[in-house]
């Protein structure tokens, strides 16, 4: 038999009482234990079962669970009616989406009230700016900024241009230098 440890202190309910069990109550409840453990996945013959269901008699006649859907199979496939032509927007209507793009203009009062955004916002203000210039430059709708041409400091009159210091340079006489 067993070792039974007892505890030192008093439960609330008294000393621990302990009730030996008979040997034939212990095998009686081992042996249930180890058929509820075998009992695993489900009943043998569970295809034949589901047939006696009336959800499966159609107009009085059993229906075969084996049989699967009468759904006609195609047996060439179809081509999709729309191309990429189709599905890409004109110009026109990806320039006028994007003008009026709700989340943007939120974006851009933002920027205009000098708050600063994050990385990723910034870059996505920034792709959709240049989406629309590119757009619009293929539109014809953008006007081309010519550069401004800025006056250069006059010349001198003893300075010589890079033209002058450059023919200067081609014709010079190398073989004299190293004689004098």
Known sequence: ??????????????????????????????????????????????????????????????????????????????????TKKERRLSAEQELDMLENDAQLMVLLDRIEAGEKLGAGLQKQVDQKLDRIEHLMGRLGLLEVEEPEVTEEAPVRKGAKTDEDLLDQFENMDLDSFGKE
């Open 1 to 82: 038999m067993t070792r039974k440890k007892r505890s030192r202190g008093v439960g609330s309910e008294g000393p621990a009482v302990f009730r030996e069990k008979s040997t034939t109550q212990v095998d009686v409840e081992a042996r249930k234990s180890q058929k509820d453990k075998k009992r695993k996945g489900l009943k043998s013959g569970n295809r034949n079962a589901e047939a006696l269901d009336p959800k499966h008699y159609a107009n009085g006649q059993k229906k075969d669970p084996r049989l699967g859907s009468k759904k006609p199979i195609p047996l060439v496939v179809e081509k999709k009616p729309t």
